[in-house]
């Protein structure tokens, strides 16, 4: 079984940076990635990354050229750094993994089937 723990989240002004990481304990898992909910919508996917093959990322549109994830693999760790936050990212952020036959549905993040508890990101003047 594996679990997920987040760490990271934060308040902050609009324009700064925040890293969250994702600690897994555990391995098998090829598809790692990050969600988040804003207060009364929907969990949406944010970014993901598939280890397999020659390995690929996923970000979701409103995102992309800001947040950006890594993993360490000695580590065992996942990463999302997130530039220029914007208030419309607040939310709780939860790290998410799979194991996937192919990066060909590592979008689906609100789908994998391990999730952490979350963490909190709020960005406000």
């Known amino acids: 079984q594996v679990q997920l723990t987040e760490s990271g989240g934060g308040s902050v002004l609009p324009g700064q940076s925040l890293r969250l990481s994702c600690a897994v304990s555990g391995r098998g898992r090829n598809a790692m990635g990050w969600l988040r909910q804003a207060p009364g919508k929907a969990p949406e996917g944010v970014a993901s990354l598939f280890t397999g093959g020659s390995g690929s990322t996923w970000y979701a549109d409103s995102v992309k050229g800001r947040f950006r994830i890594s993993r360490d693999s000695a580590k065992n760790e996942f990463y999302l750094q997130m530039n220029e936050l914007r208030p419309e990212d607040t939310g709780i952020y939860y790290c998410?993994?799979?194991?996937?036959?192919?990066?060909?549905?590592?979008?689906?993040?609100?789908?994998?089937?391990?999730r952490g508890q979350g963490t909190q990101v709020t960005v406000s003047s």
């Open positions: 998410a993994a799979d194991t996937k036959a192919s990066n060909k549905f590592i979008s689906a993040v609100t789908g994998f089937r391990d």
